[in-house]
């Protein structure tokens, strides 16, 4: 609802006409009143109510979207995000308001995330706890044999719980800015290379997927945290070792593209619909090709990726691999200068 002073752009002109138009009730009362005879202290007094009503009138309007957001906040406070004040003035306050709008948004965005978390967090945990507890109860009891497949059983899911904590308290530090990146030069080739043969002692190698590595040119140099550079291609890397298919082929390749450097990690699992691409970064969001994988992983490995390559000023993007299957591209600033 339009409110008589909307329209004007400036608070300071709103005060103006209010106290101009309370100056004009007083003198046309008080000439009106003497104009009919009236005595000079009734003239004034009703000029002097007239002009309250008018200001009151005017001013409630001018005043009421700070009243909303004193009452939002309130409702806030309580932890109800929903509360929206109304924005049709154009000046100061209006201004305020369209902001308190905005950051009503964005806390209800982070409450709504936090509630994810906690119920991913607890949905993850919970899994490889479960499968431990039943599988010690059954040694205990004497319904299963302790031998070494289910010992490695058990470490599997301890080494599980591991990663999900260590992903935990990557992201918890990465989104508090607590991990300063220490740039420097460095070789891309033989960076790549350890990431491979790193990736190939991960669980989710099984000794039979082709990790195939190429960088053009072989010097290529790239500024940037050759540790957490390495951090972002393990994490695309093991993803893509996840979801390929037994004997299939995994491609990293590296190459120059005007001031950037391009990584690209290319799979031939089942790929990632069009309508998920963006959605993939997201913590804990799995696509349904993900949840039926072999492992599944914790969702946070290509969360903490985009940190890491925002961090450095570059993209990070998945794009569908022709005829199957997905393609990671990291895109980093070659930083020559």
């Known amino acids: 609802m339009k409110r008589p002073l909307d329209r004007f752009g400036s608070l300071k002109i709103k005060l103006g006409i209010v106290i101009v138009a309370a100056v004009g009730v007083t003198v046309l009362v008080v000439l009106g009143g003497t104009w009919v005879g009236l005595p000079l202290v009734v003239c004034g007094i009703i000029a002097g109510l007239l002009s309250l009503g008018m200001i009151q009138l005017l001013a409630r309007g001018m005043t009421s979207p700070l009243r909303d957001m004193a009452s939002a906040t309130r409702a806030m406070a309580r932890g109800e995000y929903d509360r929206l004040v109304v924005e049709t003035s154009h000046d100061e306050v209006g201004e305020l308001a369209r902001a308190f709008n905005r950051m009503a948004a964005e806390l209800a965005e982070v409450d709504r995330m936090r509630k994810d978390l906690i119920a991913n967090v607890s949905h993850e945990l919970r899994t490889p706890l479960t499968a431990l507890q039943a599988t010690l109860e059954n040694i205990v009891d004497g319904v299963g044999p302790a031998d070494?497949?289910?010992?490695?059983?058990?470490?599997?899911?301890?080494?599980?719980?591991?990663?999900?904590?260590?992903?935990?308290?990557?992201?918890?530090?990465?989104?508090?800015?607590?991990?300063?990146?220490?740039?420097?030069?460095?070789?891309?080739?033989?960076?790549?290379?350890?990431?491979?043969?790193?990736?190939?002692?991960?669980?989710?190698?099984?000794?039979?997927?082709?990790?195939?590595?190429?960088?053009?040119?072989?010097?290529?140099?790239?500024?940037?945290?050759?540790?957490?550079?390495?951090?972002?291609?393990?994490?695309?890397?093991?993803?893509?070792?996840?979801?390929?298919?037994?004997?299939?082929?995994?491609?990293?390749?590296?190459?120059?593209?005007?001031?950037?450097?391009?990584?690209?990690?290319?799979?031939?699992?089942?790929?990632?619909?069009?309508?998920?691409?963006?959605?993939?970064?997201?913590?804990?969001?799995?696509?349904?090709?993900a949840r039926t994988s072999r492992d599944g992983g914790t969702g946070l490995g290509l969360a903490i990726a985009k940190w890491i390559v925002d961090m450095h000023g570059g993209e990070i993007r998945a794009e569908a691999r022709e005829p199957r299957g997905c393609r990671m591209v990291v895109s980093l600033p070659r930083n020559d200068a």
């Open 148 to 289: 070494n497949t289910t010992l490695q059983t058990m470490l599997s899911q301890t080494q599980r719980l591991g990663r999900l904590v260590e992903q935990l308290l990557d992201l918890s530090r990465l989104e508090s800015g607590t991990v300063p990146l220490e740039l420097q030069p460095f070789a891309v080739k033989p960076m790549l290379e350890q990431t491979v043969r790193e990736s190939s002692l991960a669980p989710e190698y099984d000794g039979h997927i082709e990790v195939r590595l190429v960088v053009e040119p072989t010097d290529l140099v790239i500024v940037g945290d050759p540790e957490r550079v390495n951090q972002v291609v393990a994490n695309v890397v093991q993803n893509a070792l996840r979801h390929s298919p037994p004997d299939g082929t995994v491609d990293v390749i590296a190459r120059a593209n005007g001031e950037a450097v391009l990584i690209e990690v290319s799979d031939e699992g089942p790929g990632i619909p069009t309508e998920e691409a963006g959605r993939v970064f997201e913590r804990f969001y799995r696509s349904d090709h």
